[in-house]
């Protein structure tokens, strides 16, 4: 019970941690995604992208989250588990608007350092939105 409490309690702390250390976008839209988990098999994989946690390739660890990369276009997740004779395992998961959030892809396009794209309407920002008014005034 008390190891249960104590486990409970570095939980929330590290959630407390990781909402004030990180920017989750304008209205803090991408808080409504946080700690999802979304899966997606690939051959013979099945790797799940957890929103602001880790990922995974089947028991395999890709990463914890690390940071947003540009405008809340690229999840960067780092220090997955060490390949043999090789780095650690990263994955950088790519997002776009999308009309569905799900998990589209994932790729290993160097030795343990994996590729993804990820849709969402939580991508779908205000300047998404004015690209496309630009676009249908043309």
Request: hydrophobic residues 25%; proline residues 3%.
């Amino acid at each position: 019970l008390d190891k249960k409490k104590i486990h409970t309690t570095n939980e929330k702390n590290s959630n407390t941690e990781k909402l004030e250390s990180t920017n989750w976008g304008s209205d803090n839209v991408w808080l409504a995604l946080l700690d999802e988990c979304f899966e997606l098999k690939s051959g013979e994989f099945t790797y799940k992208i957890c929103i602001g946690g880790e990922a995974r390739q089947g028991t395999t660890k890709l990463g914890d989250f690390k940071k947003w990369e540009g405008s809340y276009e690229t999840m960067v997740y780092e220090n997955g588990e060490k390949c043999w004779k090789g780095p650690k395992r990263s994955i950088r998961v790519k997002v776009r608007c999308g009309p569905e959030t799900k998990l589209l892809s994932v790729e290993e396009p160097e030795m343990c350092v994996y590729a993804s794209e990820f849709e969402t309407p939580a991508a779908c920002g205000t300047s998404t939105r004015l690209n496309d008014s630009e676009h249908s005034e043309l």
